[in-house]
């Protein structure tokens, strides 16, 4: 098996009372993409806030490319290497396309404030490799065309990912997709999942959060199954779709 | 007369536009208040009293002291006291009252350091006026205005031109992504406090100047007048503040010199409020429109 870039162990998050998750031991390995399911409620979201640093655990820890990371601050965890996108867009919607791309890229630039407003060498230096990257990030999730475009202008589909090509952009070792689909007609969920194909092939480590069963029973490598903050399951699609406490879950016990 | 009244607004606006900018810069990025601001502004004046005027220090270190230790100030403001309140997640309105609370003890101070009597502020040179098109001018207005002129260009390309103006913008919008592009945004948001608050200073010590004279309560007649220009202009934009700035002080000289000096800032407030009712976001502002 090949190495694990991320590890949670007994991850347990509460507030004030509320156990939102609970003891929750994951591992993910490299060009995996793992699906994290559950009913409303369950915990994903909190899970994703726990590994990226917006929260921090209660119990447990989190290891990333074998580095304890829990409870650093959110930017430390990204220059680690971990991007994610959120479940309601968090898009800049009034800058262009490719300033939202370029935010994410910036962030890891070393130039001073002073470097970049003389534009010295190094900011210079950097400033054109991060405009090369972006628009070639801007190519490979075909919204280079659309790149001097307002955010807030784009359609609902491209929106999406756009915020995937934001996150993919700094050529992260892992990344978190908060609900992909969400509010995606049949046709837009249908390309957004040759979409990810496409990311695994190029070799990149992926968990989402989905509730489009489908898209996520034709995606994931591995399923781990979320209720009430507890993990239930967890295994290959085939797997969780037969596991009886996972039906349980979902549809609620027979009368 | 009226290109002298037109000169002397120029000059005040000016410096109204500046301490705008103090405003407007947090604004940009917190949706914050800072009412410290007109206190480090007045703070900037009485420092070279205090530096130069009382320890002989030399007068350009004198100003570069001064505006680095207002702009420190500011961030300590930021570091102790309102990130603290950010970070558990208390409404906006607790870290404007705690601006609040900064600009009252920043001026006791300044009023148990110098005593609540006017204060002569020393100038650097002293300027011979001279006449242009009937008017008396003081050079000093011309280093006021150059200064603002290009403070603003300044500003307006760290904003627009550099990644950390665009880390500015994108905090403004969405400030838990930011973090998540990996941006630092207590850094940026301690940065802009103390280039903000710099300008607050750097307009300080110029009105000192100008008026060869500073005191306390200042640091609200001046500040109110720069805060409505914040406003007029479109608080959060950098170049709104300048307009509004220069709005303000043109309206005030202008009503001054035409109709009353004794009635001018009610004038001059009276024909902003009528501005405001037409535009309420302000000149540059954006009108936004409530989706139902």
């Not at chain 2, 070279?48 to 001064?66: A, C, E, G, Q």
């Amino acid at each position: 098996m090949s190495e694990v870039v991320l590890h949670c162990e007994k991850i347990t998050q509460r507030f004030s009372g509320l156990i939102a998750v609970s003891d929750v031991t994951m591992d993910i390995y490299q060009n995996e993409i793992v699906g994290v399911i559950g009913p409303n409620g369950a915990g994903k979201t909190t899970l994703f806030n726990d590994i990226t640093g917006i929260y921090r655990p209660t119990e447990g820890t989190v290891t990333f490319a074998g580095e304890d990371i829990t409870g650093l601050a959110p930017h430390k965890i990204t220059a680690k290497g971990m991007t994610r996108t959120f479940q309601n867009i968090r898009l800049f919607d009034n800058m262009m396309v490719l300033d939202n791309v370029l935010v994410g890229l910036h962030s890891a630039n070393k130039a001073s404030i002073v470097e970049s407003m003389l534009r010295l060498p190094r900011d210079r230096r950097e400033e054109k490799e991060s405009l090369r990257r972006a628009e070639e990030v801007l190519e490979l999730t075909g919204l280079y065309e659309y790149r001097y475009n307002y955010a807030n202008s784009l359609p609902y589909g491209l929106q999406r990912r756009l915020e995937i090509a934001r996150a993919l952009a700094s050529r992260p070792k892992l990344i978190l997709l908060d609900e992909p689909a969400a509010g995606m007609n049949e046709q837009e969920t249908s390309e957004l999942l040759v979409f990810i194909q496409q990311l695994k092939k190029m070799g990149n480590t992926i968990i989402l959060i989905e509730h489009d069963m489908r898209l996520v029973m034709n995606l994931c490598d591995r399923i781990y199954v979320l209720d009430h903050g507890m993990l239930i399951a967890n295994g290959t699609p085939d797997e969780v779709r037969s596991n009886p406490q996972v039906i349980t879950a979902y549809l609620g016990e027979e009368v | 007369m009226f290109f002298q009244q037109f000169i002397n607004g120029l000059a005040v606006g000016s410096i109204y536009a500046l301490v705008a900018v103090g405003y407007s810069m947090v604004y940009g990025v917190l949706k914050l208040i800072n009412f410290a601001n007109n206190a480090f502004m007045v703070a900037g004046a009485f420092l070279i009293v205090l530096l130069y005027s009382w320890w002989h220090v030399p007068y350009w270190l004198t100003v570069i002291l001064s505006l680095f230790l207002c702009g420190a100030g500011a961030v300590f403001m930021e570091r102790a006291s309102l990130n603290p309140i950010r970070k558990k997640g208390a409404p906006g309105i607790s870290a404007l009252i705690c601006t609040v609370g900064y600009s009252t003890v920043i001026t006791n101070l300044l009023l148990y350091i110098f005593g609540s009597q006017t204060i002569a502020v020393p100038s650097f040179s002293t300027f011979s006026t001279f006449t242009l098109l009937g008017a008396v001018i003081d050079p000093f207005t011309i280093i006021i205005l150059a200064t603002a002129l290009v403070m603003m260009i300044l500003l307006t390309w760290l904003t627009y031109g550099t990644k950390y103006g665009e880390a500015m913008r994108a905090i403004s919008q969405n400030s838990v992504a930011t973090q998540l592009m990996g941006v630092n945004v207590n850094r940026i948001i301690t940065i802009t406090f103390f280039i903000g608050t710099v300008c607050a200073a750097l307009s300080g010590i110029m009105i000192g100047i100008y008026y060869s004279a500073v005191d306390t309560t200042m640091s609200f007649t001046i500040g109110i007048k720069a805060f409505a220009a914040a406003i007029l202009g479109g608080i959060g934009i950098l170049h709104g503040s300048l307009v509004g700035g220069l709005v303000v002080g043109l309206l005030e000289t202008f009503v001054a010199g035409y109709i009353s000096a004794g009635y001018k800032d009610a004038i001059a407030f009276v024909i902003l409020i009528l501005v405001l009712i037409i535009r309420p976001s302000g000149l540059f502002g954006k009108q936004t429109q409530q989706k139902v």
